[in-house]
């Protein structure tokens, strides 16, 4: 089953400007992942935040977490048209198995 | 290319037909993991193995699919008497269990495998 929802569902935006995607999830965590699928293709890792920490960047990423409100957002500064993709988050629980839930994805456009 | 593999990208196959998906982790990766996508939703867990134990299997997986791991290294996906329902990308991924933890929390995936039951 679906860990949660992420919103907006779809996202389109000019080349240059910050796009923002959420995240809500239900159960307690261990981390929680950002990946990105671009159409008909696998997932690439992109980031991991801890169930500890409040924020991390990486590059032109940042990433928050409230876990009680249990949500996560990414944000990506400056987009570029390659960013076009659907960004996914992902939790890992308690359990050592480190098997992933995913929320249902933002499909983002960026437009040239 | 040291990346995950899956063979084939691409399956056809009438309803009632077995079909079997193979996926090769990168290696020296010893925990691997199946998941199942459909159109506009995020994967779904199905079973993960470390090395060649099979240590989790979502309810998710009927007793119509059997995967397989027999010597840890690559693993199998088999779907017995498939349906229409079975209709979807099966992704597999890999992980390492050395390294920091963040390095064997992160899974790397394979570019799937689509599945067409007509």
């Known amino acids: 089953s679906q860990q949660g929802e992420e919103d907006p569902q779809a996202l389109s935006i000019q080349e240059g400007e910050n796009a923002t995607m959420n995240c809500s999830y239900k159960t307690s965590i261990n981390n929680l992942q950002w990946y990105r699928q671009n159409s008909g293709r696998g997932l690439v890792h992109l980031i991991l935040i801890r169930s500890n920490e409040r924020e991390k960047h990486s590059g032109r990423l940042r990433v928050t977490l409230d876990t009680s409100k249990k949500s996560s957002s990414l944000l990506i500064t400056a987009s570029r048209a390659a960013d076009t993709a659907s960004y996914f988050c992902?939790?890992?629980?308690?359990?050592?198995?480190?098997?992933?839930?995913f929320g249902q994805g933002t499909t983002l456009q960026v437009k040239p | 290319d040291t990346g995950v593999s899956q063979d084939p990208r691409h399956k056809i196959t009438k309803r009632g037909q077995n079909v079997t998906f193979r996926c090769d982790p990168i290696s020296e990766h010893n925990r691997l993991y199946w998941y199942r996508q459909t159109l506009g939703q995020g994967p779904e867990f199905l079973t993960y193995?470390?090395?060649?134990?099979?240590?989790?299997k979502s309810r998710l997986l009927s007793d119509r699919f059997s995967a397989e791991r027999p010597k840890g290294s690559f693993s199998t996906l088999e779907i017995q008497r498939t349906e229409q329902g079975d209709s979807a990308m099966y992704l597999c991924?890999?992980?390492?269990?050395?390294?920091?933890?963040?390095?064997?929390?992160?899974?790397?995936f394979g570019p799937g495998t689509r599945l067409l039951v007509l």
């Open positions: 193995f470390q090395n060649e134990a099979q240590l989790e």
């Open positions: 991924a890999s992980s390492p269990s050395i390294g920091g933890l963040a390095a064997q929390e992160t899974q790397y």
């Open positions: 992902a939790t890992t629980g308690s359990g050592n198995t480190g098997k992933l839930i």
